[in-house]
Structure formats: structure tokens, C-alpha cells
């Protein structure tokens, strides 16, 4: 398990990594201890981003598929590994297929309905990773992510989760005005 934990340390170090990064994990671990979180759902929030590249459309799916690897060469009952690969596929929509989803799905976004300048500076470190592509391009997928976001009937599924869901939306909107007020 120490070897595990070291590599995917590793992989959330990454030089392009900016909010996809430890503090992101550890953030979701912290605020994780409100919940009774299962061995499967610490895994999850450890795998969810291991496999991080801006420009791949699979990312969750990677990740998952590296969950499913390292916790079966680590000897986890395959019942155990395929809730982890679950919840990990999850985070793509961010639409719990499996109720143990649901409370990592809920501090994955928990960010979202932080203030503000919090929310900002986390868009920045989202760019930053995106660096590479081209600000017309950027603001166009930008836009259409805040718009599915705010399609969503919810974006938690949680009694934690619900009442970030008013500050997440005002965060929401405003990034999406002040997108449309520059393209």
C-alpha cells in the first residue's frame, strides 16, 4: 500500500498539475471526515484524477482502469475494486451510478461553492492545466462545461452536499456572465 500511495503522490505532483494536484485529494480527504467514508470510497477520491492530461478526453476512464490494476495487483476482492472503478467512472459526469458515489461526487465539487475568489483562483489553476490551448477554444469548452453544469437538476447528492448547492450555482452563473461578457 506505502508503494501505491507514493506513486499516486507522484502522479497528483505532476508539473502541469495546478488544481488537479495534493491539495485537491487531500481537500476531499479533510472534508471527507464528515462522512463515514469506506476503504472504496478513499480509494476512489485517491484514483479519481491519478491519470491527468488536459488534452485527453478519457481521464476518468484511465484513472479507473489504473484503480482497477493497482488495488487488484494489491490482492482487494474484486467486489471492492469494481466499487472503486465505479465511483472513479462517475466523476466524469458527476451523476452517482452507485449510492456510494454520491458523497465523493459531493466533495469532488465542493470547491465549486466555495467564495468567490476561492472559486476564481481555482478556474486559474483549471487554465493553467489548459495552457495549451488556445483562449477561443478555452472559453468555447469553458462555456459549454458551466452550461451542463448548470443544466443539472443537482450537482450534490448529499445532505452535506445540498447546501452548497446555492453558492455553487451563483459561482456558476457569475463565471459564465463574465465568460460571455469577454467571447
Not at 478513499?42 to 482497477?68: C, Q
Not at 468567490?116 to 483562449?135: D, F, K, L, M, T
Not at 452550461?147 to 452548497?164: C, H, I, Q
Request: glycine fraction near 4%; include cysteine.
Amino acid at each position: 500500500m506505502e508503494e501505491l500511495l507514493i506513486e499516486l503522490t507522484r502522479r497528483y505532483s505532476e508539473p502541469h498539475r495546478r488544481y488537479h494536484d495534493l491539495r485537491h485529494v487531500a481537500d476531499m480527504l479533510l472534508k471527507g471526515r464528515d462522512f463515514p467514508l469506506s476503504d472504496e470510497q478513499i480509494m476512489a477520491i485517491w484514483f479519481h484524477d491519478a491519470v491527468y492530461d488536459p488534452r485527453s478526453k478519457t481521464n476518468e476512464a484511465d484513472s479507473a482502469a489504473l484503480a482497477v490494476t493497482r488495488l487488484n495487483q494489491l490482492g482487494w476482492e474484486s467486489a471492492r475494486v469494481k466499487v472503486v472503478e465505479q465511483i472513479v467512472l462517475d466523476t466524469c459526469g458527476h451523476v452517482p451510478s452507485i449510492d456510494a458515489s454520491k458523497p465523493v461526487l459531493d466533495l469532488d465539487l465542493s470547491t465549486l461553492a466555495g467564495t468567490w475568489e476561492q472559486y476564481a483562483q481555482n478556474g486559474a489553476n483549471i487554465r493553467y492545466e489548459y495552457s495549451a490551448v488556445p483562449e477561443a477554444e478555452w472559453n468555447a469548452g469553458r462555456g459549454k462545461w458551466l452550461e451542463s453544469m448548470l443544466a443539472k437538476k443537482r450537482l450534490y447528492w448529499t445532505d452535506w452536499g445540498a447546501p452548497l448547492e446555492v453558492q455553487a450555482r451563483t459561482n456558476l452563473e457569475r463565471d459564465l456572465r463574465e465568460l460571455r461578457s469577454v467571447t
